[in-house]
Nanobody, 122 residues
Framework: QLQASGGGLVQAGDSLRLSCAAS????????MGWFRQAPGKERELVAA????????GYVGSVKGRFTMSRANAKNTVYLQMNSLKPEDTAVYYC?????????????????WGQGTQVTVSS
């Protein structure tokens, strides 16, 4: 029900835009999150957005570089990633939470996409 796309192999300093398209759910009811997991590390929240899009949150390491947005009419959320660094390398997952507000806890999200690989070379 969540399909993430847009990952790839880029060089440090480049940009990527991830997309996550939702189907089979009333998208506008859901807060959304982007998580990432690097090899040997725990999954962490990168960015999240509330149901209406007016509230967003970011992990400190991506603030000022990543921007999350949503287009409810298109059932899609985006993660614009600029000034990418090698430490951003991970599999990125989108997730949906049936709530007005986002959560920083992965366990609070009910639906998950399949993940898209982002690799940033130095």
């Amino acid at each position: 029900q969540l399909q993430a796309s847009g990952g790839g192999l880029v060089q440090a300093g480049d940009s990527l835009r991830l997309s996550c398209a939702a189907s089979g759910l009333t998208f506008s009811r859901y807060a959304m999150g982007w998580f990432r997991q690097a090899p040997g590390k725990e999954r962490e929240l990168v960015a999240a957005i509330g149901r209406t899009g007016w509230n967003t949150g970011y992990v400190g390491s991506v603030k000022g570089r990543f921007t999350m947005s949503r287009a409810n009419a298109k059932n899609t959320v985006y993660l614009q990633m600029n000034s990418l660094k090698p430490e951003d390398t991970a599999v990125y997952y989108c997730a949906a939470r049936d709530d007005f507000y986002y959560s920083v806890q992965a366990r609070d999200y009910s639906y998950w996409g399949q993940g898209t690989q982002v690799t940033v070379s130095s």
